[in-house]
């Protein structure tokens, strides 16, 4: 049987920082470095329909000596279609083993303001074995990340995949069509526009094969959860993973001072990864978004964040309820709202006994 695989490289914020990301995969002596940051963070000057962008990368070693100074712009148009997506820049950079500091800075050339942002990362004696499957689209000129792949509209929609180690070939899955790819070289720059279906789902993912082991791998898009960090303090952060943290880690998260904070969320998720030994841990991802989308759902009247609500927390443990049952202008009972999650043989009933929008939790007992 074959050995089966799944892979995620991600540099995770490690503190409070910005929403532009930083992503990294090492190859040989080089370094691929990728830049992504949300269209929808873009300043743009008043009666302007583009913005200038120069973006830098300040790379020091262990022994804070400069060892390499990256640049590049881009001039980023305003345009409705670019909403939720991600702008790239890819760098490279030749770098023997060692942990390096990268001072990120990132400045609007027409407006004046930049923001730097300090990183550090380390290169080992093993190269990535398989990178990020970037999907890379182009419209206008520009290249972008998309948010998703469905009534996606674009000029050039390429998958761009570097990998170190001997693949013999690759099955791309979009919907019910099936490409397989052999005679493969590194990097993969493969034109995936033929195959996407103007108003179709484009649901995508893709197998590496290398003798009898294959690798599943997910399309990169952009997502809003790789702001996390940016949107929640170290303090609301352990404060939510409260809601799926057993009783011991719950004691020694809530005990901690400041400055370990950051550290001890680190351990929490590496501790509670669902594929130890990769480097993608599923079970974060899944946890940021469901918080993020918590907050988009279930804030009320813009005072009290959704993730601190009865319904946000059962959300983010639980994810979407399988079916809602609601009687909001129920006779004689205060409005009420029942969540049911059949395969968890579980329902939660939460009723509004404010009248101001908050539903709160009526059997607790059932959480537990």
Request: glycine fraction near 4%.
């Amino acid at each position: 049987m074959g050995k089966i695989i799944s892979l995620f490289l991600l540099l995770m914020p490690f503190c409070l920082l910005s929403a532009q990301e930083l992503f990294y995969e090492h190859y040989a002596n080089e370094v691929e470095m990728w830049v992504v940051f949300p269209y929808n963070s873009i300043n743009f000057k008043k009666g302007s329909d583009a913005a200038l962008y120069q973006v830098s990368l300040q790379i020091s070693d262990a022994k804070k000596k400069q060892v390499a100074t990256l640049e590049k712009s881009q001039i980023i148009p305003k345009r409705d279609w670019l909403s939720d997506c991600g702008i790239p820049m890819r760098f490279q950079q030749e770098l023997p083993q060692g942990s390096y500091n990268i001072i990120l800075q990132i400045k609007n050339k027409a407006m004046g303001d930049k923001r730097n942002y300090s990183r550090q990362f380390t290169i080992g004696s093993s190269s990535t074995e398989i990178g990020l499957s970037w999907i890379i689209a182009k419209r206008e000129g520009l290249e972008y990340l998309p948010h998703t792949l469905s009534e996606l509209i674009a000029d050039e929609v390429k998958l761009y995949q570097s990998y170190s180690i001997p693949l013999d070939s690759l099955k791309i899955t979009i919907d019910n069509q099936v490409l397989t790819v052999k005679n493969l070289q590194s990097p993969i720059a493969l034109d995936l526009l033929p195959y996407l279906q103007t108003n179709a789902q484009n649901l995508m993912n893709l197998i590496f094969y290398e003798n009898n082991i294959y690798y599943k791998m997910e399309p990169f898009l952009f997502s809003p959860w790789y702001a996390y960090s940016l949107r929640y303090s170290l303090e609301d952060q352990i404060r939510q993973i409260r809601y799926i943290a057993n009783q011991n880690e719950w004691k020694y998260l809530r005990q901690l001072p400041k400055e370990k904070q950051a550290e001890a969320i680190e351990a929490f998720w590496k501790t509670n990864d669902p594929s130890p030994g990769t480097i993608r841990n599923e079970l974060r991802e899944k946890f940021y978004q469901r918080v993020l989308t918590a907050d988009e759902q279930f804030t009320v009247h813009k005072k009290i964040a959704g993730w601190t609500t009865d319904q946000g927390r059962i959300y983010i443990k639980y994810g979407e309820p399988d079916d809602i049952y609601s009687e909001v202008y129920a006779l004689d009972k205060y409005p009420y709202i029942i969540w049911y999650y059949y395969d968890k043989n579980l329902e939660f009933i939460f009723a509004d006994i404010t009248g101001y929008g908050q539903y709160t939790l009526r059997n607790k007992d059932e959480e537990y």
